[in-house]
């Protein structure tokens, strides 16, 4: 069985950073693509970034462009995403998420993990 289980959220002021981290395990992720999504309240669920297996194709969300970067780290089975520059709109459950195949700028994602608090207060 697939577990993805993110960790870093928290509470921060606008213009502040976060790092949030997403450990996976219970399967081998090679050709995985690696994702995060994210979910206001009152919101659908959006695209943020996502990273191929090997790191060389990565897709950002024209919104974070240029303030979040995405990494991974395939010998601990863990992606990160860097969050700097936070904006009160930025606030959202982030979702870290696993594909088979290549990035992907949609939801589409095989496996999700259960989602970490970040709040940007103003």
């Known amino acids: 069985q697939v577990q993805l289980v993110e960790s870093g959220g928290g509470l921060v002021q606008a213009g502040g950073s976060l790092r949030l981290s997403c450990a996976a395990s219970?399967?081998?992720?090679?050709?995985?693509?690696m994702g995060w999504c994210r979910q206001a309240p009152g919101k659908a669920r959006e695209f943020v970034a996502a990273?191929?297996?090997?790191?060389?194709?990565?897709r950002y969300a024209d919104s974070v462009k240029d303030r979040f970067t995405i990494s991974r780290d395939n010998a601990k089975n863990t992606v990160y995403l860097q969050m700097a520059s936070l904006k009160p709109e930025d606030t959202a459950v982030y979702y870290c998420?696993?594909?088979?195949?290549?990035?992907?700028?949609?939801?589409?994602?095989?496996?999700w993990g259960q989602g970490t608090q970040v709040t940007v207060s103003s």
């Open positions: 998420a696993s594909r088979r195949g290549p990035v992907t700028t949609t939801t589409q994602y095989d496996y």
């Open positions: 219970g399967r081998t992720f090679i050709n995985y693509a």
């Open positions: 990273i191929s297996w090997s790191g060389a194709v990565i």
